[in-house]
């Protein structure tokens, strides 16, 4: 059993993991820039031929293009499907009012903890096999993809077509709180609800008008009674508009609504009751679009197997690792939702996704990386 002797090479290898990790901060990536996502993607195509990897640019006219590579693929084992994202959700010229920065224990910078650290730790990962000599136990097929940050929607299919050929799908995005590795995410949904209505002058003839807005109003506490939390239901109304200025009686008046959802059940329930609302003043309509677009990633007997064996690996080198779920969605998702063995957030302990304290733990640098060059040795 390799493990310690891994952990040693890694715990040497530290500061050159910072080092790289501040290379793929300071290169931004913003998910919707395929000027700069393009050639992030070539980098990182160098960097993974580099590791012996065989690797393909997928070409994408729609947004940044996605990195394929495969890593040992002689054995005739289904693959280890390994899952990163090289997009993040800060827009260009984020590193200059927060550069790459180290303080005490913690690396910040955009980017860092959700998810540039995973990547270092997929190629030490795979530098120390070939530096070690090891070979892992299946091929290993990465897909390090530009959109997950926007739902994916360009990569999805992709995703989907790696996960129905790979024995299980390690996921590198940031762990929660502690360390905790994610074994189920919440379903992630999106609903538009548009309302028609009639303008009219609102003091000479009002009665004639349908106010949308109005409508609009009415609808709003039939879709906050959707929710459900104790089976882990929620939703928000999180932006509105309609009308066009006071003296008109509104023709249109327009809801977005995000949904999280623990189940497929639930998933099913509210795809079906959002289409089903209809307006509720006469001459009004209401007209519905959108839906889940994350399925949700639900703890399964070979998830959970999954999950037994990492912890027994993490004893091996010295970490207790635990379980939990959360109500963001990965691309996970989409793999769990094929029936697919996942473990996600095996990326590095930090905080602050998406927020100003975004950082990385650097002593988990190491562990991390180790931990996921045994799961690619034994699994
Ligand atoms: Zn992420």
């Known amino acids: 059993m390799p493990g310690p002797t891994l952990l040693n090479w890694m715990i040497q290898r530290r500061e050159s993991m910072l080092a790289d990790l501040a290379t793929l901060v300071v290169f931004e990536s913003p998910s919707r820039d395929k000027a700069v996502l393009d050639p992030y993607a070539t980098m990182l195509a160098g960097r993974f031929e580099a590791l012996g990897g065989n690797v393909k640019l997928i070409d994408n006219p729609a947004g940044g293009n996605h990195v394929d590579a495969w890593f040992y693929r002689e054995g005739d084992l289904p693959p280890a499907l390994v899952l990163a994202h090289f997009d993040t959700v800060w827009p260009l010229g984020t590193v200059v009012d927060r550069p790459f920065r180290v303080d005490g224990p913690r690396a910040y910078g955009p980017g860092s903890y959700d998810m540039k650290a995973s990547i270092i730790l997929f190629e030490t990962a795979l530098a120390a096999f070939q530096a070690l000599g090891l070979t892992p136990r299946r091929p290993i097929h990465v897909l390090v993809t530009s959109d997950e940050e926007i739902g994916s929607p360009t990569s999805r299919a992709h995703i989907e077509a790696a996960a129905r050929e790979c024995a299980h799908a390690l996921v590198l995005e940031p762990p ?72 008109v009686v509104p023709a249109q008046a327009m809801a977005r609504v995000d949904v999280r959802v623990a189940t497929m059940d639930e998933a099913r329930r509210l795809e079906h009751a959002f289409r089903g609302l209809h307006a509720l003043t006469p001459g009004a309509s209401v007209n519905v679009s959108g839906g889940i677009n994350r399925p949700p990633m639900e703890r399964t007997t070979a998830s959970r197997e999954l999950f037994e064996r990492t912890r027994q690996i993490g004893r091996s080198l010295g970490l207790e690792l635990d379980e939990g779920s959360t109500g963001g969605g990965s691309d996970g998702n989409f793999t769990a939702a094929l029936g697919v063995a996942t473990l996600d957030g095996l990326g590095v302990p930090g905080a602050g996704a998406h927020a100003l304290n975004e950082h990385i733990l650097i002593d988990s640098l190491p562990e991390r990386a180790a931990l996921l060059a045994c799961l690619l040795l034994e699994l």
Do not use: W
């Open 176 to 247: 929660l709180p502690g360390g905790l590795l994610k074994t189920a995410r919440k379903g992630v949904g999106g609903f538009t609800v548009e309302i028609e209505g009639k303008a009219a002058h609102a003091g000479v003839e009002p009665e004639k008008g349908i106010s949308a807005i109005n409508e609009l109003a009415l609808q709003i506490p039939r879709i906050n009674a959707l929710a459900n939390p104790s089976v882990g239901t929620t939703i928000n109304v999180g932006l509105i508009s309609g009308g066009t200025t006071p003296n």
